[in-house]
Each structure stands twice: as structure tokens, then as C-alpha cells.
């Protein structure tokens, strides 16, 4: 089986009522062409599945949801997304305001449901790689998720996770704070959920795939690599758009990334190796 893991797209659509925020957040805005050159190279790597990992839009609206879903569907094989804040969130200011505030909405969730998001536990398996995913957006994980896990490993083949927010360990937190000191740990673990790890995660999962932070990083603590996935768009051409190509068979796992930054029509692409709801 291949996969493909995207994270943090952080679409916004001209349609978007918030207009004063599309200056404020223009620098994301901006860098849509990037996701799709992003999604044309995924589809020339010929995935089984494509994996959003979260944050496929910059706020929730309508519009933006729209949009995204809109861009998404170029892509040639099934897909399946879990949330990210992002989201998941409303902005609580006026229209003509630039103030980027934000909270979590039920409109948001029940909008996503009537698109067919489906945010609940999935097992992707095969005989060649097991992958779970489970909502994380608000750095917890919901009751049941641990047992969930525990119940759907598969012996005798990788086992892997994918989510939005990275799990809350030590090592995990020690990196971001080493590449961000300011970043708050409340947020950008899943400091509501601290007993993930033990109960489910330890000796059971390989690797785990994450977004949130904007950075990328691959840290392993015992049994696990913990890989944190950065954006899926290009920011003011420093970054490239990336996406992390997850190639398994009887005998090994391949895992590279594909990049794209988009210079007049034209995407570049470099590579490492180490649709539906």
C-alpha cells in the first residue's frame, strides 16, 4: 500500500465573508497554487489513499470548506481527512475586523458532516501496513480512542497512526521547544489527553504522523518515530508544499516526501527517503 500524508493547507476562499482577516492572513491566502502543484505531484506518485491530517482550511466557513473541497477533488484517488483546529473554528469578530480570534463551533462540525466528513476512529489496513487515525483538533482525543487503538493493531505488520496534533511526550515536546520556545504545550500537544502514549502508543505503533506545528521533525522515543509533518503550502517561497509518501510492502517501509513550490506555472520537486470520506 501507499499513502500520502498532507497537513495544514490553510485554505481561504475570495468568497469568504471575513474579508478583513484575508489581508491579515494574506500570507496563507496567498499560497493555494502551491497545494495544488502539491496535489498534482501526489497524483503522479499514484497513492492507494491520500490522508489530510488537519487544518485543510485557515477558519471555518462555508466558503471555505467550498474552496478546499473544491481543489481536493483533483485529486485522482480516495481520500480522508481527520480535523485540525482550524477546522473546526469560527472567527469571533466582525466582518470588516482584522483580528485573528478564533473558537471552536458546533456550526463547523455539523457543516463538515453534511459534506460527509466523518470524524470518527478508521482502520486503512492491508496485509502490508495498518493505519488509524482519530480526531485530535483540540489537543485531546475523545474517551475510547485508547481501547480503540489497543483493539485495532495488527500483528505481524506496521502499525500506524494519523492525526492532527502531536502526541504528548517528553522527547516530542522537548523538539518543538527547541525549534520554538515560545510555542505553548497546552496547544500544540495533546496536553488534554498525557496518557495516550502508555495506554496505546507504546509498543504497538511504529510511526506516527502528525501536523499543527508548520514544522517538520522526526523524533523516536523506544519503538516509535514520531514524524511531524510541515505545511502543504509554500509561504512567501521559503518553505516548499510538502507531503510525506508512505510506501509499504511485505518486507519494508519506504517514507519520502515530494515538494513542490510553484515559480511561474512550473512546480520543483525534491524527494528524501529515509476521494472519498
Known amino acids: 500500500m501507499k499513502i500520502a500524508f498532507i497537513a495544514d493547507a490553510h485554505l481561504i476562499s475570495d468568497d469568504d465573508e471575513y474579508k478583513g482577516l484575508h489581508e491579515t492572513r494574506g500570507f496563507l491566502k496567498q499560497a493555494w497554487p502551491t497545494f495544488a502543484a502539491l496535489l498534482d505531484l501526489v497524483n503522479d506518485e499514484s497513492p492507494d489513499v491520500v490522508l489530510f491530517l488537519g487544518d485543510l482550511v485557515d477558519w471555518f466557513s462555508p466558503e471555505n470548506v467550498g474552496f478546499a473541497l473544491d481543489l481536493v477533488s483533483a485529486l485522482q484517488v480516495p481520500w480522508y481527512m481527520t480535523p485540525g483546529n482550524h477546522d473546526l473554528e469560527t ?16 456550526e463547523a462540525t455539523e457543516f463538515w458532516k453534511r459534506q460527509g466528513g466523518d470524524w470518527r476512529p478508521r482502520a486503512i489496513t492491508d496485509e502490508t501496513i495498518n493505519v488509524l487515525t482519530f480526531d485530535s483538533s483540540l489537543s485531546c482525543v475523545a474517551d475510547g480512542v485508547a481501547s480503540w487503538i489497543n483493539s485495532s493493531a495488527v500483528e505481524g505488520c506496521p502499525n500506524v497512526v494519523g492525526t492532527h496534533v502531536p502526541v504528548s511526550i517528553n ?66 517561497n521559503h518553505a516548499a508544499a510538502s507531503a510525506t509518501i508512505v510506501e509499504a510492502t511485505s518486507s519494508n517501509l519506504e517514507i519520502r516526501k515530494v515538494r513542490a513550490t510553484t515559480l511561474g506555472a512550473q512546480p520543483i520537486v525534491s524527494a528524501r527517503k529515509n476521494r472519498a470520506w
Not at 472567527?91 to 458546533?106: G, K
Open 91 to 106: 472567527p469571533q469578530v466582525d466582518f470588516s475586523d482584522t483580528r485573528y480570534e478564533v473558537t471552536p463551533s458546533r
Open 171 to 236: 522527547a516530542v515536546k522537548n523538539y518543538i521547544i527547541g525549534v520554538d520556545p515560545d510555542r505553548d504545550l497546552k496547544k500544540y500537544v495533546q496536553s488534554r489527553s498525557p496518557m495516550l502514549y502508555d495506554e496505546a502508543i507504546r509498543n504497538r505503533i511504529s510511526h506516527v504522523f502528525t501536523g499543527h506545528l508548520h514544522f517538520p521533525g522526526t523524533v523516536q522515543y523506544e519503538q516509535t518515530v514520531f514524524h511531524m509533518l510541515g505545511m502543504s503550502v509554500s509561504i512567501e
